[in-house]
């Protein structure tokens, strides 16, 4: 209540002095109305488009060399086109990028991007580079990456700001992609390929989601497999033509009957990208103004600034944080308090008196206003305020029934022991210092971690997810209920989640050591440090926690993104298996799934890409990728290698065709001395990564055989039992309950039987994995 008796005094004080000084005003109205968004003594307009400060398009008439607007015409005749451009001391234009809009209540641009095509034969189209220099980020709420057309992967490949594209494969780039697949029975003899499906969800037609805060990209397209022509010639002979592109989210909708004819005669496509330079710019602007202005100009740039004036930064700023506003306001007030002292000059000395006079009248009715104006919107954020966390209260109680919460809390009652938690949102915030940038431990494709602290002082790892389609509340009951009964030591732990968001949040236990990846290929070079033994323990355990999911819960759990950089390793490195973003639960009375392919570049099952059935063989592809990065230290996949070894599974593969294995070993592994096991596991590794599902064996096979070689090499290392194996590492209860496996359901020979797989003759199917 005294918040809007405060407000009806202002505009009470407004009115009143608005009457007293309506002369003035109404005088003054006319030309304030039409003072430009630039900077005095700056143009506003390039063509069609008006350029507002901080960007410019001469010197000192924008806030830095990054806002520059170059501003130029092809012809005499044409409207002059605007470009962001960044250059060089000599003058040469390093990054050129053609605008189309610009926001500064969005704080976004709108850049012309072009589109990544193959059309016919041609395999080699330019790819599509976009390079921003700092302030400005691609947007990841307002752009899509497509892919469109027939049996393609749309490649995005970015970096953020410090990573850069120099090569280094201890900083992975960031990756994204789209996968599209062709119907086959479209290409009967009878019928003619149609497209009936436009929801773009991998049929002809696939989008994702972008990460954020990436300056640095290059949008690239191939095909999944060069079979893909032969296979689908009908499609091809319709749609010719395959595309790869970001986009700005409302301009483009697919459409099986017109978006391939729109895309063929599109060159580029609208992008959206954020900038900021923040609420201190425009104070140090205004300031500037009070030292180098005369007094009655003072008025003309507050009013002719008003579009990015504190005024209005003020109404974004207390939205978000009140006392920032106040800061704001007091400084504001500050700097136009002391124009008052800014000496006014008149044409003669006759007359200096009287303009003196006159403009100080007119400047004190200018600040009184500008005061008021700015206590206002500060008022009416406040009250703005309010109200969002009133919403923001129901919205999280909404959010809490949406996602099964009711249910969830039902279904956890029934469980004895220690149940999983159902945490409240201002819990999680308090425990990740309202998520901040320091409290992240990683990004992946499905969400970000960061690492919380409970009241108890119990860290814990934090997943929070990014948007994604409607969960059915039951579904996700059902599921988180399966998820909270997984009781296995190297398996991270679910603690808990929390409803009151519009996707949930899940709580998970806190691994002290670090990934895999990071081990084998990180910047502090740990890979040389890691013995083998201890390279076979973390697979052995791996493949026990995968063998588990498989078949000794209530229901198949199938990981779908087994990868290096989702196995923790704690203190004792002992592995720890992570990240269920992408799982998938399977009732036991099913085999296989069908699915919109997920999974990480590199580690994706070849079938499963194909044929878009997921199995619990696919988790058994992706491990068989882990043993060879274990084999070799090399990374899954880096198109820093040669187009012929990109991919670590082909590379693998054709060297163990070639017995050439010894050539891509890791080199301490073999100064080691174990190479007969190494071989083993080779032999195992090549099983793994059989093209067809029903070649490869099953998880459960894997651990037992890895179990196998691990007790071999204790009983006959040299080093005898000083090899760092613990008792429990020692027998299969890894796998479950010893009734679901024995040494005696599978032979040894088995594994090392002749392999069918030709390397010269798969090899392009590989290529692309």
């Known amino acids: 209540m005294r918040l809007i008796s405060l407000l009806i005094i202002v505009l009470e004080l407004v009115l009143v002095l608005l009457i007293s000084t309506s002369s003035t005003a109404a005088a003054a109205h006319d030309h304030q109305a039409l003072l430009p968004q630039a900077l005095l003594g700056c143009?506003?307009?390039?063509?069609?488009?008006?350029?507002?400060?901080?960007?410019?398009?001469?010197?000192?008439?924008?806030?830095?060399?990054?806002?520059?607007?170059?501003?130029?015409?092809?012809?005499?005749?044409?409207?002059?086109?605007?470009?962001?451009?960044?250059?060089?001391?000599?003058?040469?234009?390093?990054?050129?990028?053609?605008v189309t809009n610009i926001s500064l209540e969005e704080g976004d641009m709108h850049v012309l991007q072009p589109?990544?095509?193959?059309?016919?034969?041609?395999?080699?189209?330019?790819?599509?580079?976009?390079?921003?220099?700092?302030?400005?980020?691609?947007?990841e709420d307002k752009n899509y990456l497509f892919a469109v057309g027939c049996g393609i992967i749309a490649v995005f490949q970015g970096s953020r700001p410090g990573q850069g594209l120099d090569g280094n494969t201890t900083l992975p780039h960031i990756y994204r992609y789209c996968v599209t697949y062709c119907d086959d029975n479209s290409d009967?003899?009878?019928?003619?390929?149609?497209?009936?499906?436009?929801?773009?969800?991998?049929?002809?037609?696939?989008?994702?989601?972008?990460?954020?805060?990436?300056?640095?990209?290059?949008?690239?397209?191939?095909?999944?497999?060069?079979?893909?022509?032969?296979?689908?010639?009908?499609?091809?002979?319709?749609?010719?033509?395959?595309?790869?592109?970001?986009?700005?989210?409302?301009?483009?909708?697919?459409?099986?009957?017109?978006?391939?004819?729109?895309?063929?005669?599109?060159?580029?496509?609208?992008?959206?990208?954020?900038?900021?330079?923040?609420?201190?710019?425009?104070?140090?602007?205004?300031?500037?103004?009070?030292?180098?202005?005369?007094?009655?100009?003072?008025?003309?740039?507050?009013?002719?600034?008003?579009?990015?004036?504190?005024?209005?930064?003020?109404?974004?700023?207390?939205a978000r944080k009140v006392t920032k506003g106040t800061r704001t306001i007091q400084m504001a007030a500050k700097i136009l308090m002391s124009a008052s002292q800014i000496p006014a000059l008149s044409e003669s000395a006759g007359t200096k008196e009287r303009s003196c006079k006159e403009k100080s009248k007119t400047l004190l009715m200018v600040m009184g206003i500008s005061l008021i104006l700015v206590l206002l919107v500060g008022s009416s954020s406040y009250i703005c305020w309010g109200m969002?966390?009133?919403?923001?209260?129901?919205?999280?109680?909404?959010?809490?029934?949406?996602?099964?919460?009711?249910?969830?809390?039902?279904?956890?009652?029934?469980?004895?022991?220690?149940?999983?938690?159902?945490?409240?949102?201002?819990?999680?915030?308090?425990?990740?210092?309202?998520?901040?940038?320091?409290?992240?431990?990683g990004r992946g494709a499905y969400g970000v971690v960061?690492?919380?602290?409970?009241?108890?002082?119990?860290?814990?790892?934090?997943?929070?997810?990014?948007?994604?389609?409607?969960?059915?509340?039951?579904?996700?009951?059902?599921?988180?209920?399966?998820?909270s009964q997984i009781n296995h030591k190297n398996v991270v732990r679910l603690l808990g989640c929390c409803l009151e968001a519009e996707v949930p949040l899940l709580v998970y236990e806190f691994i002290t050591n670090d990934t895999l990846f990071e081990h084998l290929h990180g910047k502090q070079n740990k890979g040389s440090s890691f013995v083998w033994e201890l390279r076979l323990k973390i697979a052995a355990e791996t493949a026990g926690a995968l063998a588990?999911?498989?078949?000794?819960?209530?229901?198949?759990?199938?990981?779908?993104?087994?990868?290096?950089?989702?196995?923790?390793?704690?203190?004792?490195?002992?592995?720890?298996?992570?990240?269920?973003?992408?799982?998938?639960?399977?009732?036991?009375?099913?085999?296989?799934?069908?699915?919109?392919?997920?999974?990480?570049?590199?580690?994706?099952?070849?079938?499963?890409?194909?044929?878009?059935?997921?199995?619990?063989?696919?988790?058994?592809?992706?491990?068989?990728?882990?043993?060879?990065?274990?084999?070799?230290?090399?990374?899954?996949?880096?198109?820093?290698?040669?187009?012929?070894?990109?991919?670590?599974a082909r590379l693998f593969v054709c060297a163990m065709e070639e017995e050439r294995l010894d050539h891509i070993l890791d080199g301490d592994?073999?100064?080691?001395?174990?190479?007969?096991?190494?071989?083993?596991?080779a032999r195992l590794t090549k099983k793994c990564l059989m093209l067809k599902g029903e070649e490869r064996p099953t998880m459960k096979e894997v651990a037992i055989e890895l179990e196998r070689i691990m007790r071999t090499m204790a009983n006959h290392h040299p080093w005898g039992n000083n090899v760092q194996l613990r008792p429990e590492d020692q027998t299969l209860n890894f796998l479950g309950s010893p009734s679901h496996a024995s040494v005696a359901e599978v032979r040894s020979d088995w594994f090392f039987s002749d392999l069918t797989f030709c390397c010269r003759t798969n090899l392009k199917s590989y290529s692309t994995i």
């Open 115 to 139: 589109v990544t095509r193959s059309c016919g034969e041609d395999q080699n189209d330019t790819d599509g580079v976009l390079l921003l220099p700092p302030p400005f980020t691609v947007s």
């Open 188 to 318: 009967g003899n009878n019928t003619d390929p149609v497209i009936n499906d436009d929801s773009c969800s991998g049929f002809a037609c696939s989008l994702a989601q972008l990460p954020g805060g990436v300056q640095n990209l290059t949008v690239m397209l191939t095909p999944v497999s060069n079979i893909s022509r032969t296979r689908h010639r009908k499609w091809y002979a319709k749609y010719p033509c395959r595309y790869a592109f970001l986009v700005e989210q409302s301009k483009f909708t697919f459409s099986p009957g017109m978006s391939f004819e729109q895309l063929n005669n599109t060159s580029h496509l609208p992008v959206v990208v954020n900038w900021e330079i923040g609420v201190m710019g425009h104070v140090m602007l205004l300031e500037r103004a009070r030292r180098t202005l005369l007094a009655r100009e003072i008025a003309s740039v507050w009013i002719g600034l008003k579009i990015t004036s504190i005024a209005l930064q003020v109404t974004f700023a207390s």
């Open 548 to 648: 588990y999911l498989h078949s000794s819960t209530f229901m198949q759990i199938i990981h779908r993104d087994v990868k290096a950089m989702n196995i923790l390793l704690d203190d004792n490195y002992t592995a720890k298996v992570s990240d269920f973003g992408a799982s998938v639960l399977i009732p036991l009375d099913q085999t296989q799934i069908k699915t919109l392919v997920q999974g990480t570049f590199g580690y994706l099952d070849p079938e499963y890409l194909h044929s878009n059935q997921l199995t619990e063989k696919s988790d058994v592809y992706s491990f068989g990728v882990v043993l060879a990065e274990l084999l070799t230290s090399k990374v899954a996949f880096s198109y820093d290698r040669p187009e012929a070894e990109r991919s670590l």
């Open 669 to 681: 592994i073999v100064n080691e001395g174990n190479i007969e096991t190494v071989r083993n596991v």
């Open 450 to 483: 960061y690492k919380g602290i409970l009241p108890d002082n119990r860290t814990v790892a934090i997943k929070k997810s990014k948007v994604a389609a409607p969960t059915q509340s039951e579904q996700f009951a059902n599921e988180l209920t399966v998820l």
């Open 388 to 441: 969002k966390q009133r919403k923001y209260i129901k919205l999280k109680e909404k959010y809490f029934r949406e996602n099964g919460g009711l249910l969830l809390q039902q279904q956890l009652s029934h469980h004895g022991g220690e149940a999983t938690r159902i945490f409240t949102a201002v819990e999680l915030e308090k425990a990740t210092n309202n998520y901040h940038d320091s409290r992240v431990l």
């Open 43 to 98: 143009s506003d307009r390039c063509g069609n488009l008006t350029i507002p400060y901080p960007f410019g398009m001469a010197p000192g008439c924008y806030r830095g060399p990054e806002f520059f607007i170059n501003c130029t015409a092809t012809h005499d005749d044409e409207n002059p086109i605007p470009y962001l451009t960044k250059r060089s001391g000599s003058g040469y234009d390093l990054i050129q990028l053609r």
